[in-house]
């Protein structure tokens, strides 16, 4: 009861300070307020009614909450001067602030409401089911992946060498493709044998022999995972989800509940990094800050917190309002941007035409326009919807979403534990994929899926053959013999 109350106290008080200090016109004011009942109800049924474990639901109104209320009203807080414009450089519009708001509201009540109709489904809750020959081949599986991620480790060292020696600014030399089968798919080998040891720890019997082979494996994979997915040659949006993952897969307590989530996600997304983004941009040194902490404050009353959020990590309500002024000049592309993402793996080499991904479409229009000088922006799951289909796309999307999420929640629930985990990761990753762009959040996590779940189980379904193969060999000796 603790985490709830000071939760909704935090809560609270950030949305009351938000709109007592807003500085915009009064409609836009009004647009928000709305926006933020519309939230307000889906975390207090998250909190209070749902019994139902849905850290998905938990991301979704972090993310919403700081993309699509703070940020913004922090940003128009912000603006000085007769013409006054977003960090992307789209000029500040009244109106298409005001539609943004409904679009954003009109995509939380779809999304809620469908989320809470397909609940009910028996079809999409239907838990799967782990075989029990899984559980009884699930070590000699573990030793395989080992082995196939040894060979990955070979075969991928020049890649991660380049990686860890490549300056952030520069260009892979590796194509995107390679870039991606390395690096979304088969770098996440380890993790998955991971999940499968933690999974024959939990089996009640185990023999003594395989106990130590499995012991020694998950050590030899931890260190594979760490050289695989580290800082230096992978981006927080990555490790995020990944590393949240296995803490959860360790220590699931900490996770289990919605209150739990949502604090840490919370608190993490919304009250750390902001701080952290006003210590690291003060001016003060340490040695100042530990002898005066009021210069935090002084720097926070002199913009710190407008500083902290008029970033590119923030600009998910401008980049819908530059999306509607794009389909403003282009039109709707009907389905033509979705492709980037369901087509990912058809490599650019061979489809000349293959579409950019929103985010750049956008970004490129930004430059061409407003004088821009960034394409690779972030583009949310909201006008992704919209620049496809409109208001009509902004209605699809959401409940396309609901029925993934409720989806997961039977995964959540399963006893195989790569579908389990892979449910989890999807709650951590929903942050990133909400915000978009949808290509890139789509891809990510589908090469994840490849990497944890659909490789696992090809590698089962060999050596099912094979055990079989060998059965029918020996079957067809003995009758000889």
């Not at 060979?151 to 300056?167: H, I, K, Q």
């Not at 990590?313 to 389905?335: H, K, P, Q, R």
């Not at 080499?349 to 394409?375: A, N, Q, R």
């Not at 409720?406 to 790569?418: G, R």
Request: aromatic share 18%.
């Amino acid at each position: 009861m603790g985490l709830k109350v000071l939760l909704l106290f935090v809560y609270t008080f950030i949305t009351v300070a938000l709109f007592v200090t807003f500085d915009g016109e009064v409609d836009v004011w009004f647009s928000f307020f709305v926006s933020a009942l519309v939230l307000a109800g889906i975390t207090l049924y998250h909190i209070f009614v749902e019994r139902t474990y849905s850290p998905f639901i938990s991301a979704y109104i972090v993310f919403t909450f700081l993309f699509f209320i703070v940020a913004p009203m922090v940003q128009i807080n912000s603006f000085e001067g007769p013409n006054p414009q977003f960090v992307n450089k789209f000029p500040h519009d009244k109106d298409l602030a005001i539609y943004t708001n409904v679009l954003i509201s009109v995509f939380n009540i779809v999304f809620f409401l469908s989320y809470l109709v397909f609940k009910k489904s028996k079809v999409i809750t239907r838990v799967p089911v782990l075989k029990e020959s899984s559980k009884q081949m699930m070590p000699i599986l573990i030793v395989v992946i080992a082995i196939v991620t040894l060979l990955v480790f070979f075969a991928s060292y020049t890649f991660v060498s380049d990686e860890l020696n490549r300056p952030a600014w520069r260009r892979s030399d590796f194509s995107v493709f390679v870039f991606l089968i390395w690096k979304k798919v088969f770098f996440l080998l380890p993790f998955a044998g991971i999940i499968l040891c933690f999974q024959y720890f939990k089996k009640e019997k185990k023999k003594a022999v395989n106990l130590i082979t499995i012991c020694g494996v998950f050590l030899f994979l931890g260190l594979l995972l760490l050289w695989f997915k580290n800082p230096l040659v992978e981006k927080r949006n990555a490790l995020g989800p990944l590393y949240i993952s296995l803490i959860f897969l360790v220590v699931p307590r900490l996770f289990n509940t919605n209150i739990k989530t949502l604090f840490f996600l919370f608190f993490t997304m919304i009250v750390a990094f902001p701080l952290s983004a006003i210590l690291t941009h003060s001016e003060a040194s340490f040695q100042e800050i530990l002898e005066k902490p009021s210069v935090v404050l002084e720097h926070m009353k002199g913009g710190g917190v407008a500083s902290a959020f008029n970033t590119l990590n923030y600009d998910a309500f401008s980049n819908i309002m530059a999306t509607m002024d794009y389909v403003e000049e282009y039109g709707f592309s009907l389905g033509h941007q979705l492709l980037s993402a369901f087509l990912f793996f058809v490599p650019r080499g061979i489809w000349k035409g293959k579409p950019v991904s929103t985010g750049e479409l956008v970004g490129d229009h930004l430059i061409d326009t407003y004088g821009f000088t960034y394409s690779n922006l972030s583009n949310p799951l909201v006008s992704e919807g919209y620049i496809n289909f409109g208001i009509i796309g902004v209605i699809i999307a959401p409940i396309v979403l609901a029925i993934v999420l409720v989806k997961a929640i039977a995964w959540l629930k399963s006893e195989d534990y790569l579908k389990k985990m892979m449910a989890f990761y999807l709650a951590i990753h929903l942050i990133f994929l909400l915000r978009g762009d949808f290509t890139n959040g789509y891809t990510y996590y589908v090469g994840a899926l490849i990497g944890v779940i659909v490789i696992p189980k090809f590698i089962e379904g060999l050596l099912r053959f094979f055990i079989y193969k060998q059965y029918i060999w020996k079957q067809s000796k003995a009758l000889k013999e």
